[in-house]
């Protein structure tokens, strides 16, 4: 691992690109993570020759090497005659809810009427059963809670209206109507690294202090925008109350993988798997590989409670 700050990079890095995928594809990125018997799996971003993106299911026993990799996609837009995902189906975040036995998979459904957020439900990462359009377009980054807080299921969303993108939350008591709406981290504006945009990175992350948020923030560059990843708190009980956020970012484009590639300087984490006080990120570089880097939970809390602030 090479640590640059509060993240260690694998020195595996990138652990999976299209090389790896066993059909042809132009890139792997953007993947959902979870623990599955013991195993790490991912829901792979993998972007066919024809432009669309579909998601496949990736097994490690260490999640860092020895990829198994499926031969055809677990959700893909040629599955079903779905007007929602005629463009594709990109970024999957991936919560295990234990109260209904499945995995919640948010995605993004891309079409011609934009971007909006779909779920689809797992038992076992063989089959996928889909719920429809969640949030209309143009809207994505769904994230979900792990639990229910107060007899509801919480999403992390971002709708984008213009060029103005912060990130929302919003409930449901059934998973398929959802209310309940608020504004929980706003893009800051001016020269902030997270001052452009920012949207959910992986699902929320339960902890001690709060519900612990990864979210990726951009800043718009002459010669474009970067991608970078930051962390903020959210109260336990209360999801809707901002409790802290760090002022700077945490994980950015340092390395060549990851500021070389389709979409130049982007580091876009979907997914995590945490392991005691460990915490494996997955990120896509570039939008061309798949990347992972390692935090300490309790260091991130320590640097919340020095230097974040509502």
């Given at each position: 691992?090479?640590?640059?700050?509060?993240?260690?990079?694998?020195?595996?890095?990138?652990?999976?690109?299209?090389?790896?995928?066993?059909?042809?594809?132009?890139?792997?990125?953007?993947?959902?993570?979870?623990?599955?018997?013991?195993?790490?799996?991912?829901?792979?971003?993998?972007?066919?020759?024809?432009?669309?993106?579909?998601?496949?299911?990736?097994?490690?026993?260490?999640?860092?090497?020895?990829?198994?990799?499926?031969?055809?996609?677990?959700?893909?837009?040629?599955?079903?005659?779905?007007?929602?995902?005629?463009?594709?189906?990109?970024?999957?975040?991936?919560?295990?809810?234990?109260?209904?036995?499945?995995?919640?998979?948010?995605?993004?459904?891309?079409?011609?009427?934009?971007?909006?957020?779909?779920?689809?439900?797992?038992?076992?990462?063989?089959?996928?059963?889909?719920?429809?359009?969640?949030?209309?377009?143009?809207?994505?980054?769904?994230?979900?809670?792990?639990?229910?807080?107060?007899?509801?299921?919480?999403?992390?969303?971002?709708?984008?209206?213009?060029?103005?993108?912060?990130?929302?939350?919003?409930?449901?008591?059934?998973?398929?109507?959802?209310?309940?709406?608020?504004?929980?981290?706003?893009e800051r504006g001016?020269?902030?690294?997270?001052?452009?945009?920012?949207?959910?990175?992986?699902?929320?992350?339960?902890?001690?202090?709060?519900?612990?948020?990864?979210?990726?923030?951009?800043?718009?560059?002459?010669?474009?925008?970067?991608?970078?990843?930051?962390?903020?708190?959210?109260?336990?009980?209360?999801?809707?109350?901002?409790?802290?956020?760090?002022?700077?970012?945490?994980?950015?484009?340092?390395?060549?993988?990851?500021?070389?590639?389709?979409?130049?300087?982007?580091?876009?984490?979907?997914?995590h798997v945490r392991?005691?006080?460990?915490?494996?990120?997955?990120?896509?570089?570039?939008?061309?590989?798949?990347?992972?880097?390692?935090?300490?939970?309790?260091?991130?809390?320590?640097?919340?409670?020095?230097?974040?602030?509502?």
């Open positions: 691992m090479t640590r640059y700050g509060l993240f260690q990079r694998s020195e595996h890095n990138p652990i999976i690109t299209f090389r790896d995928i066993p059909y042809a594809c132009n890139t792997v990125f953007n993947p959902g993570a979870t623990l599955v018997d013991g195993e790490t799996l991912l829901l792979l971003r993998i972007e066919d020759l024809q432009g669309r993106s579909h998601l496949t299911v990736a097994r490690s026993k260490d999640g860092i090497t020895g990829w198994r990799i499926k031969d055809r996609p677990l959700i893909s837009p040629d599955e079903a005659d779905n007007p929602y995902e005629q463009f594709g189906c990109e970024d999957p975040r991936l919560t295990y809810l234990e109260d209904i036995g499945k995995w919640i998979i948010a995605y993004t459904a891309y079409s011609r009427f934009g971007a909006g957020v779909a779920l689809a439900t797992t038992e076992d990462f063989e089959s996928a059963e889909r719920l429809g359009l969640a949030l209309a377009p143009n809207n994505k980054d769904g994230a979900m809670f792990p639990q229910k807080i107060d007899g509801r299921y919480w999403m992390l969303h971002r709708p984008v209206v213009g060029d103005v993108g912060h990130i929302w939350l919003t409930a449901s008591f059934d998973l398929k109507h959802w209310g309940c709406v608020c504004c929980v981290i706003e001016g020269p902030w690294w997270d001052g452009y945009k920012v949207g959910a990175a992986t699902i929320p992350i339960q902890t001690e202090d709060g519900w612990l948020i990864l979210y990726h923030g951009v800043k718009q560059f002459p010669a474009g925008p970067m991608y970078r990843m930051g962390v903020a708190l959210l109260d336990l009980e209360d999801p809707q109350r901002l409790v802290a956020r760090l002022p700077y970012w945490v994980l950015g484009p340092h390395e060549s993988y990851e500021m070389m590639g389709e979409v130049p300087n982007v580091v876009f984490p979907c997914g392991k005691d006080d460990d915490l494996y990120v997955y990120y896509g570089a570039a939008d061309t590989t798949i990347c992972v880097a390692k935090a300490s939970v309790s260091e991130l809390l320590q640097s919340l409670r020095e230097h974040g602030r509502p």
